[in-house]
């Protein structure tokens, strides 16, 4: 059995959440307010931020490397490609969204409009609010780009790739951060996404003080 | 024959040429001022930032997508270790130093110093610099801690775990940024690292301008 120390909304949490839920694996969820410092969790993972992944066989910080061990472990389905080369595109973009998308867009957008809140740290810097609001544009305008190219933002089939870029969006389209207008094409991939049974739990996510926006788990959105 | 875009004091940069040359890969390096956003580099790569990996096969941005793809088309010697439980490990630290040192030290200490003076955008943010020396002492803590009970940071033997740590304190060596007094343990691990053949293109690289520390290519240092 696997538990997963996270936060709802949190990217990588959610990345993880889907790719246990893809391969069929259980995982009890234990809410982690991370910014708070727990003891006990820092004595679990020193870096002290979300996700760990624990189990009998280890206790796994870090969602790229809790990504690669769940594939490692439990290959079916795949979900990195079997071509080296191929690999390394699906690699490339989970890179992209974890690390530009997130530090462009969704870490100074959940933080400004949900942790600064959540940890009473102060008022929402409405210059970062409105910066990453604009390079989601361009984001959103890079998947439309790659999905006019490829089936799935990786290449032909499903992959790593999308279910981090559809954890990262989900964040954001939770509290209503997602331009839907902007690409069709995108918004399209995107409800083909949500509709998978692995992003149900996602979607009962409740965060409070935060309500869902209206339209967050409407398959038809 | 690969090519590698690359910024000299660039952690992920030096990652990668470490792991070509410990795979006895020749490389050709391309310097690239990543923040002048030149046309022909941002059609290669959008993302508009180092390291890019260009051979007859793919153009490949993103460290930790290039050192898989290195890993999977070069496996000798192995820079991960065999079992799945122990390559969680090494890329949990992998994570670590790319996301949480880079976060905290290297990115705010090689920003303030040497990219704002290059990219003429302003003055170094002292406070900033205060903050990422600080934070130093704690990652520089934290590994004296591993080293204590591991010969290498990921276990028994070297690994991508290594060459990670090694490539940001190897920037931060450059502009004297590392307090080798505070762990004996750390400083024999570096200069066993150091004094490895894959890390003499890294010793002699000289930024003009900024002059490398005088101990940083002493192997005796």
Redesign the interface.
């Known amino acids: 059995m696997h538990k997963l120390y996270h936060f709802p909304l949190s990217p990588p949490c959610r990345k993880v959440r889907l790719v246990l839920a893809e391969k069929g694996l259980d995982v009890e969820l234990i809410e982690e307010r991370y910014w708070e410092n727990r003891q006990d969790f820092l004595r679990m993972n ?2 002290g ?1 979300v996700p760990v992944l624990r189990n009998p ?2 206790v ?7 990504c ?2 769940i594939e ?2 439990h290959p079916e389905p795949p979900l990195l490609p079997k071509t ?2 191929a ?3 699906v ?2 973009l ?3 969204f974890d ?2 998308f997130g530090r462009e867009v969704s870490e100074p957008l959940l933080r400004e409009r949900v942790i600064k809140k959540l940890s009473m740290t102060g008022q929402p810097d409405s210059q970062a609010v409105k910066s990453g609001v604009k390079a989601a544009r361009f984001h959103l305008d ?1 998947m439309n780009w790659l999905l006019e190219r490829r089936k799935w933002l990786g290449g032909d089939a499903i992959s790593l790739a999308d279910f981090t870029a559809a954890a990262h969006l989900s964040c954001l389209d939770y509290i209503s951060d997602v331009d839907w207008t902007r690409s069709e094409i995108v918004k399209e991939w995107y409800a083909t996404v949500k509709s998978r049974p692995a992003f149900r739990s996602l979607l009962a996510d409740q965060l409070p003080g935060f309500p869902a926006a209206s339209h967050y788990s409407d398959l038809d959105f």
């Open positions: 020193p870096a931020d066989e280890l796994l910080p870090v969602a790229t490397a809790i690669e061990y490692e472990r080296v080369k690999r390394a595109e690699r490339r989970v890179g992209w690390e530009k890079y």
